[in-house]
């Protein structure tokens, strides 16, 4: 029998059987790994099985290959947080649905696990929220192995009026090198280079920027299924807001 003990953020529950429940559980130690929560739809457990809650998890298998069976404490619900607001659900469910979507199973990703859980404890601060999913896509981007280099300018290896992203490579590239290829060119908000006012409409542009590296590298890398339509919807609950 293999067993360990984590503490971590539910990020998917889907019904198992009559009474059972299949959660993904995201920790530091152990990275994404799902299990079969008995009695996981009654009335006493199910109100812990909400995504984005902290569980202290105890995961138990005869084999390390096989599915497993969790069982859960509540260690702290973040669903007041947001069920009274838009863009803090629509936040919730785009973080947990990309990370869902994302990472490999049983893969250990510490430092993204401790941005995740500073990200969704921001929830419903949206004076500072938007950002700091911004800063969290960037670093899953980096994490998963397809991050920005945006450091100095690809053409000329300067660092001055950086104004684009080459959607191939991820480089920088300066408002004068781009030349007559501009308009191939992805924006390179000043947000993205920790520059400038955050305001919602220079996150949702800088978003344009990391959406592409999600949908066309690393979510290509993966197969053919886009990225959950829940980061749409996250983006669009911005440009309400904006």
């Known amino acids: 029998m293999i067993e360990w003990r984590d503490e971590g953020a539910l990020v998917r529950v889907r019904k198992h059987g009559e009474s059972s429940a299949i959660i993904e559980v995201f920790t530091a130690s152990r990275g994404l790994t799902a299990g079969i929560v008995r009695g996981g739809t009654s009335r006493k457990i199910a109100p812990t099985l909400q995504p984005g809650a902290q569980l202290d998890v105890t995961w138990k298998a005869r ?8 069982t859960v404490e509540p260690i702290r ?42 990200l969704l404890d921001l929830l ?40 684009y992203v080459s959607p191939r490579t991820g480089r920088a590239v300066s408002r004068l090198a781009a030349g007559e290829w501009a308009d191939r060119l992805l924006p390179l908000p000043h947000v993205l280079l920790g520059k400038g006012d955050a305001d919602l ?5 800088a ?34 807001l904006a």
Not at 201 to 205: G, K, R, S
Request: a negative charge; glycine letters at 6%.
């Open 124 to 163: 419903g601060q949206n004076d500072v929220w938007p950002l700091a999913y911004l800063q969290w896509e960037v670093a899953l981007l980096d994490e998963m192995g397809f991050g920005m280099d945006l450091s100095a300018c690809a053409v000329s290896g300067l660092n001055d009026d950086l104004f």
């Open 77 to 118: 619900s973040r669903t007041a947080q947001v069920m009274q607001d838009r863009l803090a659900l629509a936040g919730l469910n785009a973080v947990t649905g990309l990370l869902s979507f994302l990472l490999p199973d049983r893969e250990a990703h510490a430092p993204l696990y401790a941005r995740t859980i500073q």
């Open 63 to 70: 084999l390390e290959d096989h599915l497993g069976s969790f």
């Open 201 to 205: 409409n220079e996150i949702v542009l």
């Open 207 to 240: 978003l344009r920027t990391t959406g592409h590296f999600l949908n066309n590298h690393l979510a290509k890398s993966l197969g053919d299924r886009p990225i959950p339509e829940a980061r749409q919807r996250l983006i669009d609950a911005m440009k309400r």
